[in-house]
């Protein structure tokens, strides 16, 4: 995608168009998981001290890193199949400054379009809400953890390990909600062309 921006020709392949998908996927829903787990991490070290070393062990956390690598390349790989694999007709300009799934979408024609569209924003709100859903659950549990301990020292003291883990989650999701939830202005949908790709 740098080189693509840096480049003074403003077309892009199929195939760079597909990778840059499938990597923009797959990171993401890798990130989500990874804080997901991260987020269980937190919880297992307050709410079950004596027992971490036992449920968070080298292997399984070895094992959970890859768990979260192989969801991540396979929704990324099913969301970018599903995407090219529908018919583009018309214009060839995308209107986003990358290879965006809604902006492709939007090109597409072919009376599998919706249902197409409403698969993919399916699996991705899902998958994405769901991973929220179990950090949010841990940190319920984190909570009224912290609340029992009697010292105000302590609960300041353990409350501050998951200071960091909160900050990247709600970076994470806001930046995601301000991107897919933001509402659509009266601008000018030329203003976020990067490059018109050929068909």
Excluded at 6 to 28: K, V, Y
Excluded at 57 to 73: I, K, P, T
Excluded at 123 to 149: P, Q, T
Aim: glycine share 6%; aromatic share 12%.
């Amino acid at each position: 995608m740098l080189v693509d921006m840096l480049s003074t020709c403003h077309t892009i392949t199929w195939a760079a168009c597909a990778s840059q998908m499938f990597f923009s996927f797959t990171f993401g829903f890798t990130h989500s998981f990874l804080l997901m787990i991260m987020g269980y991490d937190h919880y297992v070290a307050i709410c079950h001290p004596l027992r971490y070393n036992v449920l968070m062990n080298n292997c399984g956390c070895a094992r959970l890193v890859s768990w979260s690598w192989a969801g991540g390349s396979v929704i990324g790989m099913m969301s970018t199949l599903i995407v090219f694999h529908l018919t583009f007709c018309g214009s060839n300009v995308i209107h986003h400054f990358a290879c965006h799934v809604l902006s492709l979408l939007k090109l597409a024609c072919g009376k599998e379009t919706s249902s197409v569209t409403l698969a993919v924003i399916l699996v991705c709100v899902s998958a994405l809400m769901g991973c929220l859903f179990l950090i949010v659950l841990s940190y319920v549990f984190i909570v009224a953890a912290i609340l029992r301990i009697p010292s105000a020292e302590g609960r300041h003291k353990t409350f501050s390990t998951c200071v960091s883990h909160l900050t990247v989650v709600i970076v994470h999701y806001g930046f995601a909600s301000i991107i897919y939830l933001k509402p659509k202005g009266p601008h000018s949908m030329d203003s976020n062309i990067l490059w018109p790709p050929p068909i």
